[in-house]
């Protein structure tokens, strides 16, 4: 169990970036979250309509999953923010899906940009969603040696 903090109830604080640098598509041993397992990988243009697209198809990959709907929810969540917050808005991003027996983890690597830091007391944020149904140290985020940034969630049941 966490100790307790001094933060008002109901709020999160999202994991700030991590400084350890990759090779997009080629996760390394030693960084949090990573699975070698192969899966699902599709890159998409970063525009609004393929959000949809995105939830589609990481629904139809992890199919009877029992974590499918959390992961979609993710899945949506990381792509509208590569969208909206980063530069790969109007160009592309990648989302990477890998669902072993117990767990499912997924990515979105975009082309980087600025990290906003959260206004204390402001509204909740999707990274809120995401760090309430992951758990403490299941989720993060990752600079590429590109300049993007890769954040991942994991599941695990």
Known sequence: MEPATAQPPGTVTPAQPDTN????????????????????????????????????EIAAYLGACPATDDIVLIADELAANAIIHTRSRGVTFTVRCQLTPRTARIEVEDMGGPW???????????LD???ALTGPGQWGTQVTNTGGRTVWARLTW
Request: proline fraction near 18%; charged fraction near 20%; aromatic fraction near 4%.
């Open 116 to 126: 906003r830091q959260r206004i204390p007391g402001g509204q909740p944020h999707g």
């Open 21 to 56: 640098p990759r090779q997009p598509g080629h996760p390394g041993p030693d960084l949090p979250g990573t699975s070698p397992a192969p899966g699902y990988a599709g890159t998409f243009r970063g525009r609004a309509d393929q959000v949809s697209q995105v939830r589609r």
């Open 129 to 131: 969603i995401i760090a």
